[in-house]
């Protein structure tokens, strides 16, 4: 496997269902990140981890909760969504640096529906 | 803070016409610029960046020139093909929300047609 990876790539579920995300970067990379694409909106942040720091978007509602167990896989745990939760969740990673430019790659993303 | 500014699409061309997507930004300080480019049913894939002023970024074709002193970075191409339809994304990378994360425009649909 190569750059960064998600799985899986399509997901539906009921608004009682708990599930999660996973996402895999074969980088090297020190940071990661998870966002939320609906349709007609800007790409939102909602979570940074970077040399195991949490940094979140205080806007992320509590029913999405992140976990970083290393550098290289980052998960997104879902319970009680909403339907207005369905969008597609991408994952990027970059190497965080004290330069300042990082380049973000991207996975293919999840295509989450809440029914 | 930072944001980012797109034209809205869709845009509509035929093959081989010239493309350009504008973009704008306000940012504190100095930030780096990207182009991304979603194909449907994809992630995102950075197709070019540039990361102080006057540089110009340049991939399969596409090319943005970082204007400091007009806060923008226009993508261009001279001759497009089918296969670039897709949705266009402009970002900055600064030192907003704590961490440097992007911030995106809100995208710019392009469709090519034969």
Not at chain 2, 71 to 87: C, P, R
């Amino acid at each position: 496997e190569t750059g960064v990876t998600q799985t899986p790539r399509h997901l539906v579920m009921g608004m009682t269902n708990k599930k999660s995300l996973k996402c895999e970067q074969h980088l090297g990379h020190n940071a990661m990140y998870w966002y939320k694409q609906s349709a007609k909106k800007p790409l939102e942040l909602m979570f940074v981890y970077s040399l195991e720091e949490r940094v979140e978007n205080n806007s992320v509602p509590s029913r999405f909760s992140p976990e970083c167990p290393n550098s290289s896989h980052l998960f997104l745990h879902l319970h009680t969504l909403q339907p207005e939760d369905s969008a597609l969740y991408l994952c990027a990673s970059s190497q965080m640096t004290s330069g300042g430019e990082e380049t973000q790659y991207f996975g293919p993303g999840t295509r989450l529906l809440v029914l | 803070g930072d944001s980012v500014t797109q034209m809205e699409g869709p845009v509509t061309l035929s093959e081989e016409a010239f493309l350009t997507i504008n973009c704008t930004y306000t940012a504190t300080g100095y930030p780096s610029l990207f182009w991304y480019v979603q194909y449907p049913g994809e992630g995102l894939q950075l197709l070019l960046k540039a990361t102080k002023a006057d540089d110009k970024g340049s991939n399969k074709g596409f090319e943005a020139t970082y204007r400091k002193e007009t806060t923008s970075f226009h993508l261009e191409k001279g001759s497009v093909q089918v296969s670039d339809s897709a949705v266009y994304f402009c970002a900055l990378s600064g030192a907003s929300k704590g961490r440097r994360a992007l911030t995106f425009g809100s995208g710019t649909r392009l469709q090519v047609q034969p």
